[in-house]
Structure formats: structure tokens, C-alpha cells
């Protein structure tokens, strides 16, 4: 009850609260069975199934451990917070991890994941270094984790893009499904486009043309206007003057750009 009671009040655990649901939901993302299961995993080789056996035998032998919550009832004993120094007073309660030391305890609310900071739920931790990890983002320090399919690569090649990682066969359009591998794309949102979807989907038309500004075309852009990057669209409506790297007027009104204030009052 005082472990409970020494937790932020929107994350204890109650059956039908909030933080019954942040507990459901923690557990998935710290947790996630694919880091664990095989048989949760898409379509591995047997080489990538013996590498993620014996991937996880280490990580459970020499890494996972449950905090243990204690109560100080010693009053000379000094209990310092290994995350916040602040103390722990009698009466209290604090989370130790044996794999992290007998020298070593934490406020219920500091322990958490150095790299997501959220509550270790259910106090499962992973411990490398000083520092005390959730299951994801502990196996994060050793493996890549596909963007795609939130799985762990194990096999020996894959893809780096957007400062992601992917399966091979999973970096490929996010709308049509197409292989990127090799190809030019364009990234939306976090998620890779090949040129057809992105240029039927996101594509500027151009102001003068009125066509399609493809992704891999130079453009120039004024005020949410677009043309193309090219003497022929970005001109001078009256006397024709290629405009790129000029000075130009965007006359509202005539809904043209010229090249002075003397074209527009001809035209």
C-alpha cells in the first residue's frame, strides 16, 4: 500500500482507472512480445530465429530482473535516490534491483527507463551499465528495431533511412506497397513515398502551368505559390523575361508575376 500510495496518482494501477489503462499500455510498448516470442515474428529464417534465441537467453540471464520494494524501518541507515540524491526518509518505501547493487535504490516514481522515462511496470527492468532500461528499449542497445513492423532485425543486412531502421523487404511505399530498395522516394510524415504515390498525392502544381511539380523537380515557392524551377513557367507574364534569381512582383489582381511595375501596368 505505501509502494502504491508513493506513485503519481494518474499511474496507480487501479482496475478501471487511468492508470489501469497506462499500465495495459505500457506493458505492450516496454514488453513487446515479438522482442521475445518467435512465433509472433514475421516469417524468420532459421538463422534469425537461432540469433533472437540466443539473444533473448542472454538478455534474461545477465539482465532482466523485478525491483524489490522495501521499507526503511533503520533510522541511521542512509537511503539516497540513485536517480533524483534526494533521500529517502523513514518509513518510506524503495525500489532496489539486485543486478544494479545492495548500494542502490530508487523512489517508486524514479523508477524508471533511462531512455523512455516512463514507470517500469510491474517493476521489470533491464540492467546494463548503471543504467536500469524497459525490455524495449534495452534490447534497442544491441539490436535495430524494423520502423515498419516494430520487430527486432536479426538478420545481417537491412535498410537505414530517415534515421530509421527497416527490414528489407519491409522499406517500401507507404501507399502502394512498392520495393524502395534502390529506387528514389520521398518521405511523409516519417513514412517513405515512392515518386507516383507522392506526386498523385502531395505534389504542388505550378502556377503558370498549371502541371504537376514533381518531387525530384527544383520548384520555387512564394507565397503558397509554386512553378517550376525553369525559364519557361517562372517568367514575366507581360514581356516573357525569365524571372529565376531576379527580382518579380505577384500582382494579386491580374494573378500573374512580372518583371517591374511598369509589365504589369501594360499587361
Given amino acids: ?93 524503495a525500489v532496489f534491483a539486485s543486478r544494479a547493487g545492495e548500494d542502490k535504490c530508487w523512489h517508486p516514481g524514479c523508477f524508471v527507463c533511462n531512455v523512455c522515462n516512463n514507470l517500469l511496470v510491474d517493476l521489470i527492468y533491464f540492467y546494463k551499465e548503471g543504467g536500469i532500461y524497459c525490455g524495449r528499449h534495452y534490447a534497442e542497445l544491441f539490436k535495430p528495431r524494423c520502423a515498419a513492423c516494430d520487430e527486432l532485425i536479426f538478420s545481417r543486412e537491412y535498410t537505414q533511412a530517415e534515421d530509421q531502421n527497416w527490414h528489407r523487404k519491409h522499406f517500401c511505399c507507404f501507399e502502394c506497397d512498392l520495393d524502395l530498395g534502390g529506387l528514389l522516394y520521398v518521405a511523409r510524415d516519417g513514412h517513405p513515398h515512392c515518386m507516383r504515390c507522392y506526386n498523385r498525392l502531395y505534389a504542388k502544381k505550378c502556377f503558370e502551368c498549371g502541371e504537376v511539380i514533381g518531387a525530384d523537380d527544383q520548384r520555387i515557392e512564394y507565397e503558397n505559390n509554386f512553378w ?40
Fill in 1 to 93: 500500500m505505501k509502494y502504491m500510495d508513493a506513485l503519481p496518482p494518474q499511474m496507480k494501477p487501479k482496475v478501471g482507472s487511468d492508470g489501469a489503462k497506462y499500465r495495459r499500455k505500457q506493458m505492450m510498448y516496454q514488453l513487446p512480445i515479438h522482442d521475445h516470442d518467435e512465433s509472433y515474428c514475421d516469417n524468420l529464417t532459421e538463422p534469425e530465429r537461432e540469433s533472437m534465441r540466443q539473444f533473448s537467453e542472454h538478455r534474461n540471464q545477465n539482465a532482466l530482473g523485478v525491483g524489490d520494494v522495501r521499507e526503511k524501518i533503520n533510522p541511521v541507515s542512509k537511503w539516497i535516490c540513485y536517480r533524483c540524491n534526494l533521500p529517502i526518509n523513514l518509513g518510506e518505501v
Fill in 228 to 267: 517550376h524551377a525553369t525559364d519557361a513557367c517562372f517568367k514575366c507574364a507581360m514581356c516573357l523575361t525569365s524571372l529565376i534569381g531576379r527580382q518579380f512582383l505577384l500582382h494579386p489582381r491580374k494573378n500573374q508575376i512580372f518583371c517591374s511595375t511598369d509589365c504589369a501596368r501594360r499587361y
